[in-house]
């Protein structure tokens, strides 16, 4: 689960990590008022959304006055920022956070992640910071430090001072970087973070360090142990179909082709999707229903899947383990009688009473294509919305 960045920065705030003063708004005048509270010129007015390059769509703006940044807010709201990472739909602006300004001395760049390679959380930094840090990554990624810390053992000296030197920080900042980084490792361990990301984490001209910006997201299996942040969830800021799957506990992700698929494991998922791909057809989700599944469950992920309108054709694969393909087969009928259907199905299952799935199927009367392996169901949806 991603959260805002002014929500991001409320957290920040809790652990002592340094943020710019600031107010988020969400009319203009509500934004008048912020301006008034920070009183601090130059002032930046910034886009609320969950995405990054925001200044390069127009969707950061600095104001020498009141009125300017008032003028800013108003342009800023309510328009549709397209950025690198929103696609070209892009996002609508619903709330901007005003800040005060910052003497800045160099931009930097700093997070913390999960590598699964070797289980432990990663610690990049970069003196390169700022909004082209894809770039430098792409080109010179000997400009990125990477420091990994054991969970088991926690962060030490050693690893702030790694990022620390590696960073070429003048001696007056490493002491609030060594205060810094910690917090920042803590907040990430505290709450399931996915990743915590500052860019820029500004060097300030007095040898300041304050996190410019602020991006958070959060492990969402984690998210039951952390009720008070279930408040930050903005439903507008994601995908309607995604969180419609969420209130039935479907691990459900919008794509962009036209082969919708409902699969019972989150690997044999990314293998159909692959599978639909080398066929030369895209898949227009991810859905796994999971081990566990109930008619009623597969019910309302058919439902979410045909409510995609891009999807011409609907592959299911299940292997009868926990979910019974006989259990399968009466949610697939049920959704049968109360979705309208009206694009052909592969199905292929094996497993656990799949002779009685297979019969449940074949008396149903609805537009079935019964494929004997993976390649074979590739093929045949291919071929369906070809």
């Known amino acids: 689960m991603k959260i805002h960045e002014y929500q991001s920065k409320e957290l920040f705030a809790a652990y002592d990590i340094p943020i710019p003063r600031g107010v988020v708004a969400a009319t203009p005048e509500e934004a008048r008022e912020a301006a008034e509270t920070i009183g601090q010129f ?21 104001a020498k006055t009141i009125d300017e940044a008032v003028s800013h807010a108003e342009s800023i709201l309510g328009m549709t920022l397209v950025t690198p990472q929103t696609g070209p739909e892009g996002r609508r602006v619903k709330r901007v956070l005003i800040e005060a300004g910052l003497a800045i001395a160099s931009e930097l760049y700093l997070s913390l992640t999960v590598d699964r390679e070797t289980a432990c959380i990663l610690i990049m930094a970069s003196a ?6 894809e770039e430098v990554a792409e080109k ?9 810390v054991n969970p088991l053992a926690g962060i030490s000296g050693y690893h702030c001072r790694a990022v620390a030197y590696g960073l070429g920080l003048p001696p007056a900042a490493i002491k609030p970087f060594l205060k810094l980084l910690p917090a920042l490792y803590k907040l990430f361990v505290d709450y399931d973070c996915s990743m915590v990301e500052i860019n820029p984490l500004v060097l300030t001209e007095d040898d300041g ?4 910006d602020a991006k958070v997201s959060f492990d969402s299996n984690a998210l039951f142990r952390h009720k008070d942040i279930l408040d930050y969830r903005d439903f507008d800021e994601e995908d309607p179909l995604d969180v419609e799957a969420s209130k039935y506990n479907l691990n459900y992700i919008n794509m ?15 293998a159909v999707m692959d599978t639909i791909k080398l066929a030369g057809a895209e898949p227009a989700n991810f859905l796994d ?3 566990g599944a109930t ?12 409510s995609d309108k891009k999807v011409k054709a609907l592959l299911i694969n299940i292997f009868g383990g926990i979910l019974r393909c006989d259990i399968l087969a009466q949610g697939v009928v049920a959704a049968a009688k109360n979705t309208r259907i009206d694009v052909p199905i592969v199905v292929r299952m094996e497993g656990t ?11 149903s009367g609805l537009n079935l294509f019964t494929a004997v392996d993976l390649k074979d169901a590739g093929e045949q949806v291919a071929g369906l919305v070809a």
């Open 42 to 62: 130059p002032m930046a007015v910034k886009a609320q959304i969950h995405a990054g390059g925001r200044g390069k769509g127009g969707g950061v703006k600095l």
């Open 128 to 133: 390169s910071g700022g909004m082209d840090i």
């Open 140 to 148: 010179t990624p000997e400009k990125i430090i990477k420091v990994r």
């Open 209 to 212: 360090i304050v996190a410019l």
């Open 256 to 270: 962009d082709g036209t082969v919708g698929n409902m699969v019972n494991g989150a690997g044999l998922a990314m």
């Open 289 to 291: 229903v999971g081990g």
């Open 295 to 306: 008619a009623e469950m597969i019910e309302n992920g058919f439902r979410i899947i045909l």
């Open 353 to 363: 009473n799949v002779e009685e799935g297979r019969r449940i199927l074949a008396e």
